[in-house]
């Protein structure tokens, strides 16, 4: 079966760095999505990505953030100086339409990110 | 509070029992989904309810929707240890792009053999 797949599955880096949470969607899937879930907290939406482009943003998605589909099979989440706060799991997810239409996304197993 | 409110927040039970969890959410929606989280890993569509739909059915789980209240509930029937997890609302709202999900804060379920 299909599955969307994420790389690394735990990083441990030093606050101020530079860190890339790698995914490969499903592979006839048009829409990719960033969710990310703090330990013992909900999931929450960061960016949704069509057609080459940013579908919409979270008011987390700020100006250290970014995404990215460099070839025909990766999706990349950039943080560019990482704070303590951006610890958490972050899961990336792919669909073959918006959540509106038919509405289920298929989720990686997540990357754990520890920031000291 | 937020849009997609589950409660409870914990629920125990014993397996061969009825799980059911509710819903709360602030906004009009397209649809809402139910999807769950084993420990640790990624989240799981379970099933879709559009708005203009009252009720749905897939497998043990039946889920119904009642926008007059924006409120949705989710019933495992038969609940099996294998059940144990952690279940969350997610709504489409009518205001965005459609495709963006809010979650709600989860249900953590734990069946007891």
């Known amino acids: 079966e299909p599955e969307v797949t994420q790389t690394p599955s735990h990083q441990v880096t030093q606050m101020g760095q530079e860190v890339i949470l790698r995914c490969v969607p499903i592979s006839n899937h048009l829409y990719f999505y960033w969710y990310r879930q703090i330990l013992g907290q909900k999931v929450e939406f960061l960016v949704s990505?069509?057609?080459?482009?940013?579908?919409?943003k979270s008011e987390i998605f700020d100006d250290q953030f970014s995404v990215e589909r460099p070839d025909g099979s990766n999706f990349t989440l950039k943080i560019r100086s990482t704070k303590l706060e951006d610890s958490a799991m972050y899961f990336c997810?792919?669909?073959?339409?918006?959540?509106?239409?038919?509405?289920?996304?298929?989720f990686g197993e997540g990357s754990r990110l520890t920031v000291l | 509070s937020q849009q997609g409110e589950e409660d409870p927040q914990a629920l125990s039970i014993q397996e061969g029992e009825n799980a059911t969890m509710n819903c709360s959410y602030k906004t009009s929606i397209n649809n809402l989904q139910w999807y769950r989280q084993n420990s640790g890993r990624g989240l799981v569509h379970l099933i879709l309810?559009?708005?203009?739909?009252r009720e749905k059915h897939s497998g043990r789980l039946r889920v119904t929707l009642d926008t007059s209240k924006k409120s949705s509930s989710l019933l495992i029937t038969a609940s099996r240890a294998a059940d144990t997890a952690s279940y969350f609302c997610a709504t489409d709202e009518r205001e965005t792009s459609g495709s963006r999900l809010t979650f709600g804060e989860g249900t953590q379920l734990t069946v007891n053999p």
């Open positions: 309810i559009r708005s203009n739909e």
């Open positions: 990505f069509y057609n080459n482009e940013i579908s919409e």
């Open positions: 997810a792919s669909s073959e339409e918006r959540a509106a239409i038919t509405g289920e996304l298929f």
